[in-house]
């Protein structure tokens, strides 16, 4: 066997040996990482199961906290506050987010505008939740001199969901071929008619994936709501006045040294772990039935 064969097998041998040493170091930090979640997951579900049951879900939370280990109530109103603000906060931010995103793809571009535009986006991508209640807390609670609002939360939510919704859509649109977009301007369409029967059903599914993302971290978040919306136990649709959510119920309820408050609390972020993978299903599914071409 000749010298120049030996030294190939040689570093053959070697990569091989490398690429079995980094995915074995691989596979081990990805089991470090899963350990702790898998038991974070197993303790949520083994404490939130016991506190499950219909009346949990159909029933409003009481006053009753120190006195009293029965009788404490479910988390209706947490629920159904949850999912009012943040279908509000969605139907402001998903329209616009998108709109912010057509312009910058199709119309904007490398514009000086454009630039400033995605530079306060990234800015806006990083800045802590509790930054988007406090300026809402500011301007429209002490600056108006008015009380706590669900819509104040929903647009504290709004705010916080605004940049993912863009950054995402923009993302999504700039996967749309330009090949597309000349063959219907070739044909004498209008831009503004590409952008609606040719750019958006082409990107629709990433759009609604994006959409979905935004909403599922806008449900968890606890901090813009105890700024804004503040809590309630009553099951309330009214917009105007305190409404109760399943983030702010978690943070009363967890603090309290009454026990039955506690496994409430812990059958209320299961409640809204289960809620937020639901979303994250919906997108991974609708992702995966509609690509961008």
């Given at each position: 066997m000749s010298e120049d064969r030996l030294?190939?097998?040689?570093?053959?041998?070697?990569?091989?040996?490398?690429?079995?040493?980094?995915?074995?170091?691989?596979?081990g930090a990805t089991v470090v990482a899963l350990v702790p979640l898998v038991l974070i997951l197993y303790y949520l579900v083994h404490k939130g199961l016991s506190a499950w049951s219909a009346s949990f879900f159909t029933t409003d939370p009481t006053g009753q906290s120190f006195f009293a280990n029965k009788g404490v109530g479910g988390i209706r109103s947490a629920l159904l506050g949850t999912i009012v603000m943040v279908a509000l906060a969605s139907a402001i931010a998903v329209p616009v987010g998108i709109g912010v995103a057509l312009w910058l793809v199709e119309y904007g571009k490398d514009s000086w505008l454009a630039k400033v535009v995605r530079f306060f986006v990234d800015v806006l991508t990083?800045?802590?939740?509790?930054?988007?209640?406090l300026f809402i807390y500011i301007v429209l609670i002490v600056g108006t001199g008015t009380s706590f609002a669900g819509y104040k939360g929903s647009?504290?939510?709004?705010l916080l969901m605004l940049p993912i919704v863009t950054r995402s859509a923009e993302v999504v649109l700039l996967l749309?071929?330009?090949?597309?977009?000349e063959s219907a301007l070739a044909l004498g369409a209008p831009r503004w008619r590409m952008v609606a029967r040719v750019v958006l059903p082409t990107a629709r599914a990433g759009l609604v994936t994006g959409s979905l993302l935004a909403v599922a971290r806008a449900a968890g978040e606890t901090a813009p709501l105890l700024?804004?919306?503040?809590?309630?136990?009553?099951?309330?649709?009214n917009l105007g006045g305190f409404m109760n959510s399943l983030p702010v119920q978690i943070f009363n309820d967890v603090t309290s040294p009454t026990e039955a408050l506690v496994n409430r609390a812990w059958g209320a972020a299961l409640a809204l772990v289960v809620l937020v993978l639901l979303l994250n299903l919906s997108a991974r599914?609708?992702?995966?039935?509609g690509r961008v071409a």
């Open positions: 030294a190939r097998l040689a570093l053959s041998g070697r990569r091989k040996f490398k690429d079995r040493a980094v995915r074995g170091a691989m596979l990083g800045v802590p939740s509790i930054l988007f209640g647009l504290a939510l709004a749309v071929p330009d090949a597309l977009r700024f804004t919306a503040a809590f309630t136990y009553k099951t309330s649709f599914l609708i992702s995966r039935t």
